[in-house]
């Protein structure tokens, strides 16, 4: 039976960790080698990495250190942040990213979906997606949640997944940061109208948060957090060994 | 030395960090001199099968794998690597592939239901076929432990030369093998600690 995907998500600024992660015997907190390495061997099944750099320099050093997480650590790696082009699914790639996601990219060109698509596969191209509620309706927002893009949400993912969109995440800005857990009423919108992955994120305060996610959505796939682990409010393997013991498929 | 067969499909990078993660000199050849001086050899791939056949084909490799197959080297073949071992595949129309394991590659979606996902992507728990010794392939590891899977084919009417499957509605064949040559659906290159321990496995046969 396929298992459900509990991943990490680490931010990135030139090279290094955003907010490092101050784990007991971890030398280096914002170090994405690290970090990567630790989260791999707490049982993480993925790992999603976004570059949050403005700059060329800061793109580089980004490049550089995906290079070394992706030679030392043998979990899946999903990158996202600043894909635009081609040029730069190209370039995450070379660097041993398995998955690329794209969002405000996407949301600019959205036949960048199609070509990502038909050059490397389905199951490369993940469409991220920032979407809060506006007016009755989930609305997707752009540039980190700055902007409101006026598309509504559902339509959006569904003609994403039309273009080869092999995997979504949705974070629901409503619920990201409270720790009251996910967006769960997004997720089933979601879920009813996609049959490829659907990734939860936003919301995550608790293990109870990951139970009710996987219990009320059995078509949610994978669960994406950064603050809860970051701090160690939840542990990765007592959180797996938590949900296997409540019935939900796990990798253990 | 290891050799891992390039042709031209894929990213190759993963595959063999994960060796020299293990300790294993792995060399990214598509030369026939390399490949026979190895003393085992990858065939990776990814994308689609009459594309990769071609492709193999295209540079002779695909004699020069069998003729190292022939010679009693220990071929792994990996995701889309391991159904170019099979007689065919109906991938976008039926194409020919080595003939190395005897078989077909059939989509996934008819033979799952409705609710599950195709690609059949994640990880899943390897079963061992009950009724013959486990293969020294997963000399490392055990029953149940799960590797990363990323697939909409899969091969089928295999069983005699079927080592493991996965749960995913029926069971799908997820690891072959016949004599010296190997085949893995899913990546060990991704697969964690459990795939590191199946690609020692094989580095040692």
Redesign the interface.
């Given at each position: 039976?396929?298992?459900k995907?509990i991943i990490p998500c680490l931010d990135v600024k030139d090279g290094r960790v955003v907010k490092g992660v101050n784990f007991q015997g971890l030398a280096d907190v914002d170090s994405p080698v690290e970090l990567a390495k630790f989260y791999?061997g707490c049982g993480a099944?993925e790992l999603v990495f976004y570059d949050i750099a403005a700059s060329a320099e800061g793109r580089a050093l980004f490049t550089d250190s995906l290079t070394q997480v992706?030679?030392?650590v043998?979990?899946?790696l999903t990158v996202g942040g600043g894909i635009n082009t081609m040029d730069d699914f190209d370039r995450v790639?070379?660097?041993?990213a398995?998955k690329v996601s794209v969002n405000s990219g996407a949301i600019r060109d959205p036949s960048l979906i199609r070509q990502a698509a038909k050059r490397y596969?389905?199951?490369c191209v993940v469409l991220s997606v920032d979407a809060r509620r506006v007016a009755g309706q989930f609305r997707v927002f752009a540039k980190g949640g700055r902007v409101d893009t006026g598309l509504d949400a559902i339509e959006w993912i569904r003609s994403g997944v039309d273009s080869g969109a092999?995997?979504i995440v949705l974070n629901s800005i409503d619920t990201d940061g409270v720790r009251d857990g996910f967006d769960l009423e997004m997720l089933r919108a979601v879920c009813d109208v996609v049959?490829?992955?659907v990734i939860a994120s936003g919301g995550a305060g608790s293990v109870d948060h990951f139970v009710s996610l996987f219990r009320s959505l059995p078509k949610v796939?994978a669960g994406l957090a950064a603050s809860i682990f970051h701090y160690g409010e939840a542990r990765i393997p007592e959180l797996k060994q938590a949900l296997a013991a409540e019935g939900i498929p796990m990798?253990l | 030395m290891l050799a891992i067969v390039d042709y031209g499909v894929g990213?190759l990078?993963?595959l063999t960090?994960?060796l020299?993660?293990i300790g294993v000199e792995a060399v990214v050849t598509g030369d026939e001199a390399v490949l026979a001086r190895a003393d085992r050899v990858i065939l990776p791939g990814?994308?689609a099968f009459g594309d990769a056949a071609d492709a193999l084909r295209r540079r002779g490799l695909d004699r020069v794998v069998l003729r190292e197959v022939e010679k009693g080297k220990p071929l792994l073949g990996i995701c889309l690597g391991m159904q170019l071992l099979f007689d065919y595949s109906v991938e976008y129309g039926r194409h020919r592939g080595l003939g190395l394991i005897p078989g077909s590659v059939q989509p996934i979606r008819p033979v799952v239901p409705e609710e599950y996902?195709v690609?059949?992507?994640?990880?899943?728990?390897l079963h061992f076929p009950k009724d013959r010794p486990v293969s020294p392939l997963f000399r490392y590891i055990k029953e149940g432990e799960?590797v990363?899977f990323?697939h909409s084919f899969y091969g089928t009417d295999c069983e005699p030369n079927t080592i493991a499957t996965a749960?995913?509605g029926p069971e799908l064949t997820a690891a072959v093998a016949r004599d010296n040559v190997y085949g893995a659906q899913f990546h060990p290159?991704?697969?964690?600690r459990t795939?590191?321990n199946i690609l020692k496995a094989f580095c040692e046969l």
């Open positions: 039976m396929i298992t995907r791999s099944d992706a030679s030392s043998f979990i899946p790639l070379k660097c041993g398995d596969g389905d199951q092999g995997e049959d490829v992955p796939d990798r | 990213n990078f993963s960090c994960s020299n993660a990814v994308g996902k690609p059949h992507i994640g990880w899943n728990a799960c990363y990323v749960e995913y290159e991704k697969s964690g795939g590191l």
